[in-house]
């Protein structure tokens, strides 16, 4: 089962009414969606999904709630292409969902035996197979800085390449594990960040979200907010930046008594929301979780 995070606190944010025009970015196994669904009687929901074995358990559950909705089969970079109506409300949920974890064969965990895959998008031609065995020493070194923030990038790397070809997750872990002193090992699992720098190269997670929040700053309705839930520093960074960009007056104008309403911020952040003590208890997942939300207001 995939415990949805934060999903009271995103469907009260997203201000829906009866008859909201949504966009669920980040369909996966329907959590948010179906909530959304049953708060959106003569509204309709849009949501977007890349995996074909979500959107086919999603679409059973929203099934039995109503026929309001449509799943669009599509990376959601595409989000301004696809959506063609001016939406009240979107919402993004990064990250992993846990029935993707929990298949060992989608290659995802470092905890269990599979192939190494992590795409999300099973058309996707690279997979952390190819990245693991392929890349130069210095590309290696790159992603795992830049994506999983990981010290010893450069022992790792080394590693990795003195063992090729290396085959599965479970290899591969040992590898990262023979790769740092023991001391780092009692912290954390080592090879969780970088499995999630290899993740984030497979499936160009960064780019992609940074190009779909800003279309869907573009997109969403005066009045409309956007709620986007991440579960890693990098991208809380992005969308820090970004909400920030564009909710904050220049600063050349920050001190002046008039300003022209076409300087005015169109946005204003409403919120920086993390789980409660209770929800991370119940789910491990949630630890690392925060929601921002903004509104359009011109």
Sequence with gaps: MHNTVLLEEAIKYLNLKKDSIVVDCTLGYGGHSSLILKNIPDGFLYAFDQDKIAIENADKRLKKIG????????NFENLKKEIKVTPNAILFDLGVSSPQLDEAERGFSFHKDAPLDMRMDLNNPLTAYEIVNNYSYEKLVKIFYKYGEEKYAPSIAKKIIQNRPVKTTLELAEIIKESVPEKYRKKSHPARKVFQAIRIEVNNELGVFEKAL???LDIISVGGRICVITFHSLEDRICKHIFKEVSTLPKELADKPVIPE??????????NIVPKDEEIKENNRARSARMRVIERVR
Excluded: H, Q
Excluded at 67 to 74: A, D, G, K, M, Q
Excluded at 262 to 268: I, T, V
């Design 262 to 271: 076409e300087f005015l911020p169109k946005y204003k952040v409403v919120a």
């Design 67 to 74: 026929s309001n909705y449509e799943i669009i089969y599509t």
């Design 214 to 216: 800003t279309d869907a």
